[in-house]
């Protein structure tokens, strides 16, 4: 395997790792709030115990809807195949800038790989859209400052 596909495969792995930590973390908050839920009874102040209720349901709900979210995202995840290589910026790019290094998939925020910075995006993040459908030696601005892309792998 060659370098730019170790490279690759480390960011895919560290942003997979991510993913799997983000569900474990929610399912076990949905669990807890459905044990709390459940074992929960009506106690001799029932409005307390309603409101209790209440707000146990909304946390569920909320829990759920992050629940739905990651499961999105590790659905857009899995379609990044690391054995390709591209010359223009899109999902699953490795991107190194003048500024930064940069690994178009999910935001999972910085990763080091061998000594390496990058920072793991998402395409629909503010840098993530101005990186997509760009080539080496393009030149853009984010934040009033001129940034070139060196390579795409």
Known sequence: ????????????????????NRLITVQKTI??????LTSETKSSAGDKHETGRAML??????????LAEIMKVKEAF???????TNKTVGLGSV????????FIAISAGQITIDKD??????PNTPI??????????????FRDIKIQIKEVL
């Open 78 to 84: 899995s379609k990044i195949d690391v054995s390709k």
């Open 128 to 141: 993530g859209k101005l990186l997509v459908g760009k080539n080496a030696s393009d030149v853009f601005s």
């Open 95 to 102: 991107v190194y800038t003048s500024q930064n290094n940069y």
């Open 1 to 20: 395997m060659s370098s730019i596909l170790k490279v690759k495969q480390k960011l895919y792995d560290a942003c997979f790792q991510f993913i799997e």
């Open 117 to 122: 910075h990058f920072y793991a995006i998402s």
């Open 57 to 66: 349901q909304l946390e569920r709900e909320k829990a759920g809807n992050q």
């Open 31 to 36: 669990n807890e709030i459905q044990e709390s």
